[in-house]
C-alpha cells in the first residue's frame, strides 16, 4: 500500500514540473496562437543562471534566484521584441515557430559555451535535498516539499494575475477575441509581452527549483518541456487549468508505467499519449469542444 | 508564319506554354553537376566526410521538400526516419549479412510505413500542433531508441557491416561517394517528378489552401498521410548511407537537434526548391570545415542564420536568387515596354470549339440539385431554418438575402463547408447529404470562394491544372517514375488547360503568380479552377464582390458559356441585385434563414416582403 | 477644437484590392449621422477603419482636427472614439461584468464604480446575470452588454456597427428608441445600418455607400417616411 503512496507522490513531483511548463505554453498559446519551442532551453538557462549567481558569484540563494528571474524577465523582453514583434504583423505562424527554433539553437550553443556540458550539483541552503525523512515505510524527500510548495506559490500568482488583476482581465479578453480587446483599448504590444514574460518566469522557476532534482547539464530542461507539451494536449491548449490538471495526470500515469511496464514502452509513453489523445478528443480532456476553433 | 496556312493553332501553342516533358533543363544540370562530383570523387579524399554528409544531408533534405516545402507540413521529427534507416542498415548487415540490395529497399518500406503512422496527427491538428508533435516524436524516439537495446544496442550502439551489393563487396571512400551520388540522383529524380506532376500540384494546393483544395475533390487527409511515408521512406535511403559513412550507429546523434538542424538547412537553402537542399545541405556541412572554432559556435551560427532568415528572406538563399531574378526580369519588360497583348496571337476559332474543349462539352443536362429541409443551428441560432428547393438541370439561379439572412450558410451547407448541416442534398441523382467536402467535389459539386482562397505561390495555369486533377489519370507510382502515360496526360491537360485561360480572358497571364494579379483577375482565376472541375452544378459565392458591375457581367457571361458548353448548372450568390437579376432565370430569396420568395427576377424584385427585408420598412 | 468628424479621400484596400474606393465623409459635433448601405458595400470597412483595426491606403481620418488615421486602436479608445461592434463581438467565455470591466481598461477604477451604476440601471438583466458567461446570453442580451461596454467607456465619437444583425426587428426598434436615453446628447455618432427604416428616424443626416463608393448623401428628412425610395441607390435596380 504505501508503495503505491510512493509511487503516487513520485508522479506527483513530477507531474508538478509538467503542469508548470504545460502552463507557460498554454498561457502564449492562449493569447498569441504561437507555441514558443526555445521554452524548455530558457528554462534550463534560468537555472543556470541562478546557479552561477550562488556558486560563482557567492551571492545568497535567495538573491541569486531573484536577480536569476530579473535576467530572465529582461532576456525575455529582448527575445520579444526583436524577434517575434517583427513577424506578428505577418499574421502567418510559421515564421515565428521557425524563429524560436533559431532561437532554442542560439540559446542552446550559448548555455553550452558558458556553462559546459558535464553535469554541475546545483547545491541548495543546508544540503536538505539530502534530506530524506522517513515515515514508516515511506520515504519523503525534503526538497521534493520545497518543489511543491514552490509550484502551488507559482499557480496561485499566475492564477492572481491572470483572475484580479486588470492586465490578467485584459489578456483573457484579447485570447478570446483580438479584434474586440482592441476596440476595448487592450494593447496587443502590452498583452504579447507580459504573456512571453509571465510564461519565461513560470518557465525559469521551474529550471531553477527543478535543478537540484535533475542536475544542471546541457538541455535538462527539455524533456520537461516536452512533456509539459503533452500535457497542455492532455488538457486541451485553451484551457490554463487543463494544462496543469494534465500535467500531474501525465505525472502520475509515467510514475505507475515506469513501475510495471518495459522500459521502452516508458520511455515512449508521451507519445503515445498525445497519438489516444488525438484519436479519440483532440480538444484535450478538460474542455468541452468549441466548434469553431481546430485543434 | 505566313498567314496563307493558317491553321487552328491551340491556345497553349499560341500562349508559348512549354509542354511538359519527360526532362527539363534543370534535370540536365542537376546530372552534369552530379556527373562532376562522381568523376572528381577519387581526388579529394580528405574531405570525403564532408561531401558525403553533404549529399546525404541533401538527399534528406529533398525528402523534407516533399513534406514541409510541397505539403507545408512542419515536420521537427523527420530524422526518426533518418534514424531508422540507419538501424535498419547495421541490423541488416550484421545480423542477416545482407548488402545494400536488401538494405535500401527495406528502409524505404519500413519507414514508409511508419511514416503513414506518424502523419496521422497531422489530420487531427494544425499545423502549429502538428511541429510540436513531430518535435515530441523525435525527442521521445531517441529515448525510445536508447531503451530498445536489442535493436539499436543501446547507449553503446551497433556496428555496421560490410558495404556491399548483390555479394559484391565495395571499399569505401571514392565508391561510397559515387553510390551515394546515384541515389541522391535517384532521390532528386523522384521528388522532381512529384513536383511536376499531380500529387506534387496537390500537395502544393493543400499547403496554401486547404479548403479549396478539399473543395477541387483533392482527398487532403491521404495527401498528407502519403507526404509522410514518402518523406520517410526517400529519408530512410539517406539513413542507410549514413551508416554506412559513420560505420557505426549511435541512438544520440538522431534527436531534436539533428532534426532542427535538417529544417534548418532546408529553410536556409529555399525550402521549396531542390537546388535550396543542396545549397542548404552545403551551408550547414561545409561551414564546419571553414575552422575548427566554427564547430564549438554551430548553435549559435545556425540559430542566427535562421533567425536573420526569417526577419528578411524568409525564402532562404535560393528566394533570394529568384527574387533577383524577378527583379531582373520586370525591369527588362518595362525597358521593352511590349504589351502584353500582342505576344499573343490571335485565333481564328473560339476556345469552346478548340479540339479540346469541344471533347468535354456535353448534351446531357446536369445540375438537378434537391435541397430538403436543409437547417443548420449554431449554438441555438437558426441560420438556416428548414429551406426546401428545387433546381432543374441546367438552371441558373439566384440565391439572394440580406446580411444574416443564411444564404452563405445555406451554400456551405451544399458543398460541405459547414458542420452540422441537417436535410438531404441530391444532386443528379446522387445524395451528398454529410459526405466530406471532396467527395461532394467529386460528385459534380464545384464552387468558388468569397474571399477567393486562391493558392498564393502558384501561378495561373496552375490553378486550372488543380481543378482538372480529377480527370487526369495516372497512378501515384507512375508518376514517380514519369512513366510514359503520365506524361500524356499531363500534355493532355495542359492543353485544357490553356484553352480554359484563353475562354476566360486569362491566357496572356498564364505564368503570373496570383497574387501578384488584380482583384478582378484573381476573381476569375478562381472561376477557372472551378470551372476545370467539369462540375455538374457550379455554386459562385459573390462574383461581383468588388467588382465594377461592367466587369462582373462580362465575368459572368463567360461563366454562363462555358457553364452552357459543359450543360452545367448554376448558383449564384449575390448582394448585386441588379446582376444577379440580369443573369438569372430563377431567384430564391432568404430571410432569417427562411425562403420568403422564389421566382423570376421581375416578380422577386418588385416582391414587397423582398423589398422590406432589404430595406427595412 | 471640435470639429467632429472628417473623412477626406478615404482609400482602404486589403492586399493589392482596393475597398473603399476614395470616400469623404463629414459629421459635426453632437450630429447623428447614418452610413447606410447593402451588405458587401464597404461600410464595416469604413467603421473598422476609423477604429485603427485597418490602416487606410490614401486619404485621411480627422477628429476635432486630430489626424488619427492608422494610429493604433488603444490610443482612440483613449481619445474617446468607441465602436460597439458587428455581431456584438462580447467576450464569451468571461462573464458579464467582466465584460463591462474590459471597457475600462487603463482607466480610474472610479469610472467603472460609475459606469456599472448606469449600466445596471438601464439594464437591470444585466445585474440579474452578472456573474454569467456572456456566451450564454441571448442575441437582444449581448447588444444590452455591448452597449453597456460602450455606455461605460463615455465616448465622445460614438460608431455602432449594424445593431440590427441578428436581432428581432421589434428588439431593434426597441435598441434605437433607447439610443437617446442611453448615451448623452453631445455624444458625435456615425451608425452603420443595412436597415434604413429604423436609422432613419433616428438620424439627422445620412450617407448610402454601394462597392465601396458613396452614391447617395441627404437629410433624413427628405426619405424618413419613404425608405422604398433608396432602394435604387441601395440595390442599383429601378
Not at chain 2, 445 to 456: A, K, M, S, V
Request: charged letters at 20%; glycine letters at 10%.
Amino acid at each position: 500500500m504505501v508503495d503505491y503512496i510512493q509511487i503516487a507522490w513520485q508522479g506527483l513531483v513530477s507531474g508538478f514540473a509538467y503542469a508548470l511548463i504545460g502552463l507557460a505554453l498554454v498561457m502564449v498559446y492562449k493569447t498569441a496562437r504561437i507555441l514558443n519551442f526555445a521554452a524548455g532551453t530558457m528554462a534550463g538557462i534560468s537555472g543556470f543562471l541562478a546557479h552561477w549567481w550562488a556558486a560563482e558569484n557567492d551571492m545568497p540563494f535567495a538573491l541569486a534566484i531573484i536577480f536569476a528571474l530579473i535576467m530572465t524577465a529582461v532576456g525575455t523582453y529582448v527575445i520579444e521584441r526583436l524577434t517575434v514583434r517583427p513577424l506578428i504583423k505577418l499574421g502567418d505562424f510559421l515564421p515565428i515557430v521557425i524563429m524560436t527554433l533559431g532561437v532554442e539553437e542560439l540559446l542552446a550553443n550559448v548555455s553550452l559555451l558558458w556553462w559546459g556540458g558535464s553535469a554541475q550539483r546545483y547545491r541548495v541552503p543546508g544540503d536538505i535535498d539530502r534530506i530524506n525523512w522517513i515515515i514508516g515505510d515511506f520515504r519523503l524527500n525534503a526538497w521534493h516539499v520545497v518543489v511543491a510548495g514552490t509550484t502551488f506559490a507559482t499557480l496561485s500568482i499566475v492564477g492572481y494575475v491572470i483572475n484580479q488583476t486588470e492586465l490578467g482581465l485584459g489578456m483573457k479578453a484579447f485570447a478570446e477575441d483580438q479584434d474586440a480587446a482592441k476596440l476595448m483599448g487592450v494593447k496587443e504590444s502590452t498583452v504579447s509581452i507580459w504573456t512571453w514574460v509571465l510564461s519565461a518566469l513560470v518557465g525559469g522557476v521551474t529550471g531553477i527549483v527543478y535543478a537540484p532534482v535533475l542536475f544542471l547539464q546541457q538541455d535538462y530542461m527539455n524533456i520537461i518541456f516536452i512533456k509539459g507539451f503533452v500535457a497542455a494536449i492532455l488538457g486541451g491548449f485553451l484551457s490554463l487549468s487543463g494544462g496543469v490538471a494534465g500535467g500531474l495526470l501525465l505525472g502520475e500515469l509515467e510514475a505507475f508505467t515506469i513501475k510495471w511496464a518495459p522500459r521502452e514502452f516508458a520511455a515512449a509513453l508521451p507519445v503515445v499519449i498525445v497519438f489516444i489523445v488525438l484519436l479519440i478528443r483532440p480538444h484535450g480532456l478538460f474542455t468541452r469542444e468549441k466548434g469553431h476553433e481546430r485543434v | 508564319m505566313s498567314t496563307d496556312n493558317q491553321q487552328a493553332q491551340t491556345a497553349l501553342e499560341r500562349a508559348k506554354i512549354p509542354l511538359p516533358r519527360f526532362l527539363k533543363k534543370n534535370h540536365y544540370f542537376g546530372f552534369l553537376g552530379i556527373l562532376l562530383v562522381y568523376l572528381l570523387a577519387g581526388t579529394y579524399s580528405a574531405y570525403s566526410l564532408t561531401i558525403m554528409s553533404t549529399i546525404i544531408f541533401a538527399i534528406i533534405g529533398a525528402s523534407l521538400i516533399v513534406v514541409f516545402g510541397m505539403a507545408g507540413q512542419l515536420t521537427l521529427g523527420h530524422t526518426i526516419f533518418v534514424a531508422g534507416g540507419v538501424f535498419l542498415s547495421a541490423n541488416i548487415t550484421m545480423e542477416w549479412s545482407r548488402g545494400l540490395e536488401t538494405e535500401l529497399p527495406i528502409a524505404f518500406a519500413a519507414m514508409f510505413i511508419l511514416g503513414l503512422i506518424v502523419g496521422f496527427p497531422s489530420l487531427r491538428v494544425n499545423e502549429l500542433y502538428l511541429a510540436l508533435a513531430t518535435f515530441a516524436v523525435a525527442f521521445v524516439g531517441v529515448q525510445v531508441l536508447f531503451e530498445w537495446e536489442q535493436f539499436t544496442g543501446g547507449g553503446s550502439g551497433k556496428p555496421v557491416g560490410k558495404l556491399e551489393f548483390f555479394g559484391r563487396e565495395f571499399s569505401r571512400g571514392p565508391t561510397l561517394v559515387r553510390i551515394a551520388l546515384i541515389i541522391m540522383l535517384f532521390t532528386f529524380w523522384v521528388v522532381g517528378n512529384f513536383q511536376d506532376g499531380r500529387t506534387g500540384r496537390a500537395w502544393n494546393a493543400l499547403r496554401t489552401s486547404e479548403t479549396a483544395a478539399r473543395a477541387s475533390g483533392l482527398p487532403v487527409a491521404w495527401l498528407k498521410i502519403l507526404c509522410f511515408a514518402i518523406g520517410g521512406g526517400l529519408a530512410a535511403l539517406g539513413g542507410v548511407l549514413y551508416a554506412h559513412t559513420l560505420r557505426f550507429a549511435i541512438p544520440e546523434n538522431y534527436g531534436v537537434n539533428l532534426s532542427i538542424i535538417v529544417v534548418l538547412a532546408l529553410i536556409i537553402g529555399g525550402k521549396h526548391r531542390l537546388m535550396g537542399a543542396v545549397l542548404g545541405a552545403a551551408y550547414v556541412k561545409w561551414l564546419p570545415e571553414l575552422s575548427r572554432d566554427v564547430q564549438e559556435y554551430e548553435g549559435l551560427i545556425y540559430g542566427g542564420t535562421l533567425i536573420i532568415l526569417t526577419l528578411i528572406a524568409p525564402d532562404g538563399l535560393v528566394g533570394m536568387f529568384e527574387w533577383a531574378a524577378e527583379r531582373i526580369k520586370s525591369y527588362k519588360k518595362s525597358q521593352d515596354g511590349e504589351d502584353l497583348d500582342s505576344k499573343i496571337a490571335a485565333s481564328n476559332t473560339t476556345p469552346l470549339k478548340s479540339e479540346y474543349l469541344s471533347s468535354i462539352g456535353s448534351d446531357t443536362s446536369r445540375g438537378h440539385l434537391v435541397v430538403n429541409n436543409a437547417a443548420v443551428a449554431f449554438g441555438g441560432v437558426k441560420a438556416v431554418d428548414d429551406v426546401s428547393f428545387e433546381i432543374p438541370a441546367g438552371a441558373v439561379t439566384g440565391l439572394i438575402g440580406s446580411n444574416g439572412a443564411g444564404k452563405t450558410t445555406l451554400f456551405n451547407a451544399i458543398t460541405g463547408h459547414v458542420k452540422g448541416a441537417t436535410g438531404e442534398f441530391i444532386l443528379d441523382g446522387k445524395s451528398v447529404s454529410g459526405k466530406p467536402i471532396h467527395i461532394r467535389a467529386l460528385a459534380g459539386i464545384g464552387r468558388t470562394f468569397q474571399n477567393l482562397n486562391l493558392h498564393d505561390d502558384l501561378n495561373v495555369l496552375e490553378h486550372a491544372l488543380i481543378g482538372l486533377d480529377r480527370t487526369t489519370n495516372y497512378s501515384r507510382i507512375s508518376e514517380s517514375f514519369r512513366l510514359p502515360w503520365v506524361l500524356r496526360e499531363e500534355k493532355k491537360a495542359h492543353f485544357i488547360a490553356a484553352e480554359l485561360l484563353d475562354h476566360m480572358d486569362l491566357l496572356e497571364y498564364w505564368d503570373e503568380k496570383v497574387e501578384d494579379l488584380p482583384y478582378g483577375l484573381q476573381k476569375r482565376v478562381d472561376v477557372v479552377r472551378a470551372l476545370a472541375s467539369n462540375p455538374g452544378i457550379l455554386l459562385l459565392d459573390e462574383p461581383a464582390a468588388g467588382l465594377p458591375t461592367a466587369e462582373a457581367l462580362e465575368m459572368m457571361q463567360k461563366v454562363q458559356e462555358y457553364a452552357k458548353h459543359i450543360s452545367a448548372g448554376v448558383l449564384i450568390i449575390e448582394h448585386n441585385v441588379e446582376l444577379v437579376a440580369d443573369v438569372s432565370e430563377r431567384i430564391i430569396v432568404l430571410d432569417a434563414g427562411k425562403t420568403i420568395a422564389d421566382g423570376t427576377p421581375e416578380e422577386v424584385t418588385r416582391n414587397e416582403q423582398v423589398i422590406a427585408a432589404y430595406l427595412g420598412t | 477644437m471640435m470639429t467632429g468628424l472628417e473623412i477626406t479621400n478615404l482609400k482602404v484596400g486589403y492586399s493589392r484590392n482596393e475597398v473603399i474606393h476614395g470616400l469623404d465623409i463629414k459629421v459635426n459635433p453632437g450630429e447623428k449621422v447614418a452610413l447606410l448601405g447593402a451588405n458587401g458595400a464597404g461600410k464595416s470597412t469604413v467603421l473598422r477603419t476609423i477604429s485603427g483595426l485597418l490602416n487606410p491606403t490614401e486619404g485621411s481620418i480627422t477628429f476635432n482636427g486630430e489626424e488619427i488615421g492608422g494610429s493604433n486602436p488603444a490610443t482612440l479608445v483613449d481619445m474617446g472614439i468607441i465602436q460597439v461592434p458587428e455581431g456584438r463581438r462580447v467576450f464569451p467565455g468571461l462573464n458579464v461584468e467582466d465584460n463591462l470591466k474590459v471597457a475600462n481598461y487603463g482607466k480610474s477604477p472610479d469610472l467603472l464604480e460609475e459606469g456599472l451604476e448606469t449600466v445596471y440601471r438601464k439594464f437591470p438583466i444585466l445585474e440579474e446575470r452578472r456573474k454569467q458567461a456572456a456566451g450564454l446570453l441571448s442575441g437582444g442580451q449581448q447588444q444590452m452588454l455591448s452597449l453597456s461596454r460602450a455606455i461605460i467607456a463615455k465616448p465622445k465619437l460614438l460608431l455602432i456597427d449594424e445593431m440590427s444583425l441578428g436581432l428581432a426587428p421589434l428588439l431593434v426598434k426597441d435598441f434605437y428608441e433607447q439610443l437617446a436615453d442611453l448615451f448623452s446628447e453631445d455624444v458625435t455618432l456615425l451608425l452603420v445600418e443595412q436597415n434604413a427604416g429604423l436609422a432613419l428616424k433616428y438620424c439627422s443626416r445620412f450617407y448610402v455607400l454601394r462597392n465601396g463608393e458613396l452614391v447617395l448623401e441627404a437629410n433624413s428628412e427628405d426619405y424618413k417616411d419613404n425608405p422604398t425610395a433608396l432602394q435604387s441607390a441601395y440595390l442599383g435596380v429601378d
